[in-house]
């Protein structure tokens, strides 16, 4: 096996929220897994682990809304991250609406966007969407994102595998 550890312990990735919606049915989970992937067009991959509820709801839904925190938005990290949609329901708790084609975009979050996916591909335990941004929106304030470290004392709502 490869020790890989020396070059990922040194990542800290902007951690994002990533909702998906289908008919009546919402899921959304925290994702450390994402990244512009292309210019022209403009396209933004986001990993969501097989294991994981929201990617269950992702597989049939046409748009998925992607959102970035802050750093003292730990609380509805934690909400997304450490809780299971089986289990509890996360938008009970967090403020959100419909957005468009009826993605849920959750109205706390610092900046986001509602991306059509135009692809899945499957990366091992995760599977990515790849999105074109359709509908952005942004709070408008600057401070500090919530990051990896920040987020590493959030256990899993569900394990990775």
Known sequence: ???????????????????????D??????????????????????????????????????RLAVHLLTRDQHELAALFGGETGDEVDKFARARWRRGHGGAVV???????????VRTRVDGGD??????EPERSGQRGDDRPPLRLRDSLDIDPGHPAD
């Not at 990735?13 to 990533?18: G, I, S, Y």
């Not at 995760?126 to 999105?131: A, I, R, S, Y």
């Open 126 to 131: 995760h599977v990515g969407f790849v999105l």
């Open 25 to 62: 049915e919402r899921a959304g989970c925290l994702v450390g897994f994402s990244a512009q992937c292309s210019i022209r067009p403009l396209r933004y991959v986001v990993f969501l682990s097989k294991a994981n509820r929201t990617y269950r709801v992702a597989r049939d839904a046409d």
């Open 106 to 116: 959750l109205e706390d979050a610092a900046a986001w966007f509602v991306g059509a």
């Open 1 to 23: 096996m490869v020790d890989t550890d020396a070059f990922f312990d040194r990542l800290n990735p902007q951690m994002c929220l990533v909702t998906a919606a289908v008919g």
